[in-house]
């Protein structure tokens, strides 16, 4: 079957092929996402996109896009598409024949006679842009002209025109080097072959960004056009426009085409389009390699880092990626204990340093040594475990039921805010964090006695029965027959959350088989959906099922009933390792339906969340690390036959 393949009848219909996102990353950090049809529809599209030294590494916007018009008997046929109020302008959507991914994005045009191919892709290590464009058929001497847009702004914000952008241009071997202001890289623009670049500077305006309007932010850009590239194409002849913050030898730009398309990898399945998407998030800088969290907006955080890792890397045998992003994060887990903290983003998670403990976790699975592990992480762990006994600056503790407190709000994953309140109260003892808590004793006292630390043991051997007790105590209710997201100084609360998922998926737990399948059940009647597990039962007065409107709206509705994918990597867990192959076909049966979210939205990557409503409709990031990673595990997990 043909892979991410879209034809005519889908792709000219706007309401459709507009939903449509692709991302393109490389290892340079650079990375390019658009809609199918090349119609930007957010602030974050854009051809060549580059982190920029001078900014701090931030992402910035340099070519948004590049309209192509196709000329015979002089009559000018323009392949481009923008949005502006009121109009689509031009229109040339309606010229597309076919859109396909595999193994690299690929446009092509059908004006009369004559069928165009166009193909894009970035330079591995270069902030480099390549696009060729192939004339198929033409029964008449044709002309293309490229007209490139630029933007030179923050992914973050938007630009208008004004008097300090330097429009001059300056004249390189087939092409033109334009820098608009200052601390910005040069852009170079070139063609493989001979053209004439005809110099006419202007600025499109009220360019329209539609998601960023339904998202309720600025969605107007003004766009700098410095003039245009034109040549004649011939029949079967192929024609690269490069774009890139270094210059070129045009001799050597179609050859450089064909040697990064040889390193390209298929998506043509399931197995190899998360293959391919789970290599974008590696980033690698210098000696730091991390994970950036999703595209086209985010960056990198501890929790998510941890969360994401073994399924990026480990559940693709790539042990060396793995130890290199351990290895840049393990740095700085310390650091939210110091008064240093607020150089880091996430500062304040408390539950960041059990994360990292289940990471390892994943890795002893792998196969790793547990006295290897204590010998070279050890240390650090102990650290960890004085802060939470004996109190941080975090405002947490052990208290002396072995369970930990907090007195913090937006401390946990659930810690989204709507102008400094937040939407989700969430203090006391929180279910996932003393779950976790349980579980990283006993996966320390664990490594501790496979490395003979008699001093650890004789100190910590003796919590995790107080903390059981303690916690099936303060946590399980027996009439209703699952846990309490979080209890504290006023009372209990009872919503049905994915939270207390983690007292069965975690490898230690607290409960009994009984409770734990009491919770699964629950878990499994009100949460789990075909696009991962519900934040908030569809039962409860503040459930939200359908993420739209303003900013303000979607925050409410993010862990008030949005699903998100990575939950159901836990539900796998927690279902396999109860029920062993007997839950295997169940596990299958949700895992296959996650094959469509590669068709629907970012393509060939899975959203960062679904409404909570059918029919589970994907939001926010189009392509997002943790649920990738996730769906990866789970595959792994099956394929494995682990639990026969």
Not at 158 to 178: E, F, M, Q, W, Y
Request: some cysteine.
């Amino acid at each position: 079957m043909d892979y991410l393949k879209f034809d005519k009848a889908r792709l000219v219909n706007t309401e459709y092929s507009l939903k449509k996102e692709f991302i393109r990353t490389n290892r340079a950090g650079s990375f390019a996402s658009s809609t199918i049809i090349n119609c930007n529809t957010r602030k974050y599209h854009g051809l060549l996109i580059c982190p920029i030294e001078n900014f701090g590494g931030e992402n910035h916007v340099l070519l948004s896009s590049l309209d192509e018009t196709l000329i015979q008997h002089g009559a000018p046929f323009n392949l481009g598409i923008h949005k502006f109020p009121g109009e689509y302008s031009p229109k040339g959507h309606k010229y597309v024949r076919e859109y396909e991914m595999d193994p690299i994005p690929a446009i092509t045009y059908r004006v009369g006679g004559i069928v165009l191919k166009k193909e894009f892709l970035l330079v591995e290590k270069e902030q480099r842009v390549l696009i060729r464009y192939t004339l198929v058929e033409a029964h008449s001497p044709t002309t293309i002209r490229f007209q490139p847009f630029l933007a030179f702004r923050n992914i973050h914000s938007l630009t208008k025109a004004n008097l300090n952008a330097n429009t001059r241009a300056s004249i390189v071997d087939n092409g033109i080097g334009l820098r608009l202001y200052d601390g910005f890289p040069c852009l170079y623009m070139q063609t493989s072959k001979k053209s004439e670049f005809i110099h006419v500077p202007d600025w499109y305006y009220n360019i329209e960004y539609k998601e960023e309007k339904k998202r309720g932010y600025e969605c107007h850009e003004d766009l700098y056009v410095p003039g245009y590239f034109e040549m004649e194409i011939k029949k079967g002849e192929p024609i690269v426009f490069s774009a890139g913050t270094e210059e070129i030898a045009p001799n050597s730009i179609a050859k450089k085409f064909d040697e990064e398309l040889k390193k390209r990898v298929r998506r043509d399945s399931f197995e190899n389009c998360l293959e391919n998407s789970a290599e974008q998030f590696i980033s690698r800088k210098g000696k730091e390699t991390s994970i950036i969290n999703g595209f086209p907006w985010f960056s990198t955080s501890e929790r998510n880092t941890y969360l994401a890792l073994p399924g990026l890397t480990l559940a693709r045998n790539d042990e060396q990626t793995f130890l290199e992003v351990l290895n840049t994060a393990y740095d700085k887990i310390l650091y939210r204990f110091s008064n240093d903290s607020i150089k880091y983003t996430g500062k304040d998670s408390v539950d960041v340093p059990l994360w990292f403990m289940w990471t390892l976790q994943k890795y002893v699975d792998f196969g790793a040594d547990k006295a290897e592990l204590w010998k070279n992480y050890g240390k650090k762990v102990k650290e960890i475990f004085k802060h939470y006994k004996f109190g941080s600056r975090l405002s947490i503790k052990m208290h002396d039921n072995g369970l930990l407190w907090i007195i913090k709000q937006g401390v946990t994953w659930m810690n989204v805010q709507n102008k400094g309140t937040f939407v989700n109260r969430r203090m006391g003892y929180v279910v996932e964090l003393n779950a976790l808590w349980y579980n990283s004793i006993c996966f320390a006292l664990e490594m501790a006695v496979e490395a003979g630390d008699k001093d650890f043991i004789g100190e910590w051997k003796d919590i995790p029965e107080t903390l059981k007790q303690s916690f099936v105590e303060t946590f399980w209710n027996e009439e209703k027959s699952y846990l309490a997201d979080y209890v504290d100084d006023t009372h209990k609360s009872w919503t049905v959350r994915p939270n207390q998922l983690f007292a069965v998926s975690l490898p230690y737990s607290c409960l009994s088989n009984e409770k734990k399948k009491s919770v699964l059940n629950v878990v499994g009647k009100e949460l789990v959906t075909s696009r991962g597990l519900r934040t908030l039962s569809p039962k409860n007065k503040d459930y939200i099922g359908v993420v739209k409107g303003s900013e303000k709206n979607r925050n409410c509705a993010f862990h008030n009933g949005s699903v998100f994918p990575w939950l159901f990597g836990h539900f796998a867990d927690a279902y396999l390792n109860l029920y062993k192959t007997g839950g295997e076909s169940t596990i299958q049966r949700y895992l296959n339906g996650f094959e469509y979210c590669l068709h629907e939205h970012g393509l060939g990557s899975i959203s960062e969340i679904y409404d909570g409503n059918p029919p589970h409709k994907p939001n926010e990031a189009t392509s997002y690390a943790l649920s990738v990673a996730e769906i990866i595990r789970v595959s792994k997990m099956l394929n494995q036959s682990s639990f026969k």
